[in-house]
């Protein structure tokens, strides 16, 4: 399938339950340019760098996703275009988008990463760590961020019973975190599924996916 093609494909399945993340980490610009004639408007990134140099080259419209890990040495090169930081794992971190993003006179909408599966090499927060986090009196002077949801990657594996209780279980916490009533905390994405598991995600709750080999090929 074409890129375009697969991108229907895609969005017809998601059905508008689910906004699409066309992950574009490695990718070319004309990949990219392919997509957004498709009609993809979300783009995700895994490396600063590379995203940096590419949002010039898109048209304004198209929202950056900061899906990878991100250093906070890292933030400033961002934080001028940035839709939403997807990898927050820290209250370090989220401090250093406020400071970032108060530069730009602008507020940065974030997800908390959550750490659902069962391999060593994944970020995130415990569900403990982040209900401690949206209770934490230090969010209150973070004026410049938004935490908008939850962000998960499920275990890489072809066991679809393991990924389905990751996905179920971080449902589970968006639910019970999602009443939470402050400022800068506004509960309405939960980030989850890829190119393998989108479809369990989606029937588990996911209002957003990030795709990039079901759309692109693999990553050479």
Not at 128 to 156: C, F, K, W, Y
Not at 184 to 198: I, K, P, Q, T, W
């Amino acid at each position: 399938m074409s890129i375009s093609e697969s991108i229907a494909h895609i969005e017809a399945q998601l059905a508008g339950r689910a906004t699409l993340t066309a992950v574009t980490k490695t990718k070319p610009i004309p990949l990219l340019q392919e997509a957004y004639a498709a009609g993809c408007r979300h783009f995700g990134e895994n490396r600063v760098q590379e995203m940096a140099e590419k949002q010039p080259l898109l048209p304004a419209d198209v929202q950056w996703h900061q899906i990878g890990h991100l250093q906070t040495n890292k933030v400033k090169y961002i934080a001028p275009f940035v839709a939403l930081i997807e990898s927050v794992d820290s209250l370090k971190l989220l401090e250093e988008i406020d400071k970032q993003a108060r530069k730009q006179a602008r507020v940065i909408e974030c997800l908390l990463q959550i750490f659902i599966a069962q391999e060593e090499t994944k970020f995130g927060f415990s569900p403990e760590e982040a209900i401690d986090l949206l209770q934490s009196p230090a969010l209150d002077a973070l004026q410049h961020i938004r935490i908008v949801g939850l962000m998960g990657i499920a275990t890489n594996t072809d066991d679809q019973a393991q990924i389905r209780y990751e996905f179920s279980g971080l449902k589970q916490l968006y639910d019970a975190l999602k009443p939470v009533q402050r400022p800068n905390v506004a509960f309405r994405e939960l980030s989850m599924g890829m190119s393998s598991d989108y479809l369990i995600a989606l029937e588990e709750g996911s209002t957003m996916v990030r795709v990039g080999s079901a759309i692109f090929g693999s990553r050479n």
